[in-house]
């Protein structure tokens, strides 16, 4: 688990094929990693990788085809730049929100325009994952803890002060940058949760419906 507070801006050093996956070297200047050992977790750009190898200024990460297929990773060339969180331990403040390191889809930057010392950016979602986002909720992205400001549709807007700019990766975003989502863990549990019974059968991926709610008794008969 992670807190979404990123603590280091990494860089991406090689990629070394492994048998029909991949092999990343991160430069991880910045990050603490004295106490660190070969099976620890680290997110990198939000994915929670597994740590294989330390080096004397960062470390190795084996990414099965699997995460290069629904993360960014996948598309990263030597010298992007990271970010960087390691795992939450209960001495570590929890100034995000609670982050699995599991991305749930790949988003897009659609605008990026100033307002006052603060960025503005309005970054589009898979319309799978639309349902997740609320206004004033949060949701991590490549790795950040960040608050919904405006949804509409699987559209949704940030605010991003200048502090978060300058810690993160999100300086360079422009128009066209793709990044890794990982929605509110809330509320992916409680969308199973609510289905009750019904999740054990084949269709229940189709999530909350409102014939589901008024059964549940979320509505009132005759809304």
């Excluded at 898979?126 to 949804?151: H, M």
């Amino acid at each position: 688990m992670f807190t979404g507070i990123i603590q280091a801006i990494g860089t991406l050093e090689g990629r070394e094929p492994r048998g029909g996956d991949v092999r990343l070297w991160v430069r991880a200047e910045g990050l603490p990693l004295a106490e660190a050992s070969p099976g620890d977790s680290i997110a990198t750009n939000g994915v929670c990788l597994t740590v294989v190898e330390l080096t004397t200024d960062g470390y190795a990460a084996d990414v099965s085809n699997e995460s290069l297929a629904l993360t960014t990773l996948g598309g990263l060339q030597p010298g992007a730049p990271l970010n960087l969180e390691t795992a939450l331990t209960l001495r570590t403040p929890l100034g995000g929100h609670l982050v699995s390191g599991h991305v749930d889809g790949i988003g897009e930057v659609l605008e990026r325009r100033s307002d006052g010392r603060s960025v503005r950016f309005t970054l589009e979602a898979p319309a799978a994952l639309a349902r997740y986002i609320a206004a004033k909720g949060s949701i991590c992205v490549d790795g950040a803890s960040l608050t919904v400001n405006r949804v509409e549709g699987s559209r949704f807007q940030l605010n991003v002060v200048p502090h978060t700019l300058e810690q993160t990766i999100m300086a360079g975003y422009r128009a066209g940058t793709r990044v890794n989502l990982e929605v509110d863990l809330v509320a992916r549990y409680l969308e199973r949760l609510l289905l009750g019974e019904r999740a054990a059968e084949p269709d229940a991926g189709s999530g909350v419906t409102l014939e589901l709610l008024a059964r549940s008794g979320f509505l009132k008969h005759g809304s």
